[in-house]
Structure formats: C-alpha cells, structure tokens
C-alpha cells in the first residue's frame, strides 16, 4: 500500500493593507481606554477596597439622605421627562411652519452649554439681588423666601434644571420615533372613526413602546451621573441635604477622605450595572 503524503502547511495568511491600517487606527483608541477609563476605574476600585470605608459609609447620616434623594430625583425626574416628552412629540410632529420655529427655540436649552445657564438659574434664585425676588417684591413688597436654604425646594429646583436642560433631546428622540409610523395607519383609523385617544392607544403606543421602554432607561443611566443639576446649582447644601450619588464624592474629596469618595461611587454600581445589562439586552433584540 502507498503511503498517504502528509499536507503541506498552509502558508501564513498576509497581511492586507485594509487590516493593518485598520489595527493601527485602533491602537489610539485603545490607548485612550486604557489610561482615561480602566486604569481610573481600576485605581477607584482598589483604594475602595477596604470594607471598613463601606461600615463608615453607611454610618453617616449624609449617605443616607443621599440614597433618599437619588432615588426620588430619579423617580419623579425621569417620570416626569419621559412623559411630558412624549406628550410634546405629539405636537412637534405636526409639519406646520410656526411648530418648527418653536422647535428650533425649544431646542435651545439642550443645546448650550450646562454650566453658564444653570449658574444664571442660581443667580435668579438668589434672595437678595435674583430676579425673581427682585419681581416678587415689586408685586407684592414684601420679601422673596430663600429658594435654596429649603432642602425640599432646592432639591426640587435641582430637578426641575435636570427635566428643564435634558427634555428638548428626549423630545426629539420620541418625534423620530413617530415620524417612523406610516401615515396610513392613521387614515385608515380616522376613515373608521377613532379618536385621539384610540389613534394613540392602538397605533402610536404599541409602535413606540420598544422606543419609549429603551429611552427611559437610558435617561436613568444618564441621570445616576448627572452631577451639574444639583452641585452647580445647590452645592450639595443646604447642610449637605440636596446631594445625590453623583456629587456625594465631591462632598467626601473636600474633607479629604478619598476611601469614602471612592466608596460612595462603588455603592451606585449595584444600581448602573442592572440597568446597562438591561439597556445591551433591548438593543440586542
């Protein structure tokens, strides 16, 4: 019997112009990653390794006010953003002339920058020299309240900067979102005689739905970082009442305890981490 002859080894595959261009535009990015995000999520996690920063942690009080406040900034603020922006891509999707040049204005808040506009909020909140006390006493003559020595009010102004300063852009997310329907299902539904409320039941929810569902949690991820609405206009105060996750780090870097700055961003992620899991698994489908 002869023998069977052995393969020759294949030839190792060269190397295209496309793939080493392509390895190489990568390397900066990679380079980037590695020193502006692993190494400081790396190097947070390690000084927050000791669990005797967690028992001081939760010991303080501050903390959990802190808790208690993210989770109503996120509760009320995300609630009342995505629903508020869903009711207006109903009226910004109308083609109308006048309706685009309210767009345009509306868009404005989300389009400048975060820090001079929420410091010009602060300054019109201020009780002596603010324009709001200033029109507040001209009407009444009497004096405006502090605005933000009140936890409760501050707070809620914190709030109310976030849904003021990030609506325009979740607004224009949803009015893609129903530009995206056929045109026709809504003839065919005003042909049999729906209402608004049925056109927006049977046709507009179940399409957007997915959209809407995907958007909020995105907006939630985005908020537990959200740290210009509350320390640019509060500063945490009054009496380190007002902070949330995000700025709580802030409050623990000025009294120099960095262990518990990098504790207080190690104890959000049991709340993020759901949430991107959740965020990577809709858009996978």
Known sequence: MTAIA?????????????????????????????????????????????????????????FFRTAVNTVVFLVVAINVKMIVALGLSGFFVQGRWWIKILAAIFILPWAVPSIPTILSVRFMLNPEWGVIN???????????????????????FSMLMHIWKSLPFWTLILVAGRL?????????????GATRWQKFRFITWPAMR??????????????LGDFNSVYLLTGGGPADLTHVLATLGIRYLRLDQVDLAMASIVVALPMVLPLVYFMMKRLSK
């Open 6 to 62: 052995a393969a020759p080894p294949r030839a190792p595959k060269r190397q295209g112009p496309f793939e080493f261009w392509g390895r190489m535009l990568v390397l900066p990015y990679l380079a980037i990653f590695v020193v502006f995000v692993l190494y400081p999520v790396g190097y947070g996690l390690w000084l927050a390794r000791h669990p005797e920063s967690y028992v001081k942690l939760f010991d303080d009080p501050i």
């Open 210 to 223: 997915s959209l809407y569902l995907t958007s909020t949690i995105l907006s939630m991820i985005w908020t």
């Open 180 to 192: 995206a329907i056929p045109a026709e299902q809504y003839e065919a539904a005003s042909v049999d």
């Open 134 to 156: 200033s029109v507040y006493f001209r009407l009444t003559g009497l004096d405006g309240p502090n605005w933000l020595n009140d936890p409760t009010l501050a707070l809620g």
